[in-house]
């Protein structure tokens, strides 16, 4: 498995403001992703984040709402801009076995939970 | 694209009881299955996975086992324990595109 770091763990933030969210994996990996996790609710996808590339994101999510950085394989950012109540959420980094090949599995970070007023 | 469901969103059993969790999918093509739980505060862990080609798996007091022509999964938790308490999420996927059901919330009462 992997160490997945994220920052921050919480925050509490004012509408209309931005912030952004740092995951650190201990190794390499060849795909990172954001998930988005309401209250009470299930995980749902909000983009892969591409080394080299823009990020791809799933339906209902837009970059400029979510932009994403993947700057090297060990870190990727995402930012949640012009934030709305609406947005709090538990935002979560996942990544895939560093060995890399495509096993399916998913390992998660702890989580930044955010909270809009 | 895939649709996973999940049943029940809230389990209550007591401790020593046993527990099941069932989910259905509706992609055909989807050949990994995780079970992940989630603690308060914390992200989810994976705790067991069953691929396409395997019917049953067992790890000491949780088992999943896979039906694919009837595209449903169970996780099967014996024994249970207060530790146990959590919300499980199952999930399906193919190529890393993993989609999750909505969560069950088991509570196991001493």
Known sequence: ?117 | GENVEQHPSTLSVQEGDSAVIKCTYSDSASNYFPWYKQELGKGPQLIIDIRSNVGEKKDQRIAVTLNKTAKHFSLHITETQPEDSAVYFCAASEHNDMRFGAGTRLTVKP
């Open chain 1, 1 to 117: 498995s992997a160490v997945i770091s994220q920052k921050p763990s919480r925050d509490i933030c004012q509408r209309g403001t931005s912030l952004t969210i740092q995951c650190q994996v201990d190794s390499q990996v060849t795909m990172m992703f954001w998930y988005r996790q309401q209250p009470g609710q299930s995980l749902t996808l909000i983009a892969t984040a591409n080394q080299g590339s823009e990020a791809t994101y799933e339906s209902g999510f837009v970059i400029d709402k979510f932009p994403i950085s993947r700057p090297n394989l060990t870190f990727s950012t995402l930012t949640v801009s012009n934030m709305s109540p609406e947005d709090s959420s538990i935002y979560l980094c996942s990544v895939p076995p560093p060995a890399g090949g495509n096993t399916g599995e998913l390992f998660f970070g702890e989580g930044s939970r955010l909270t809009v007023l």
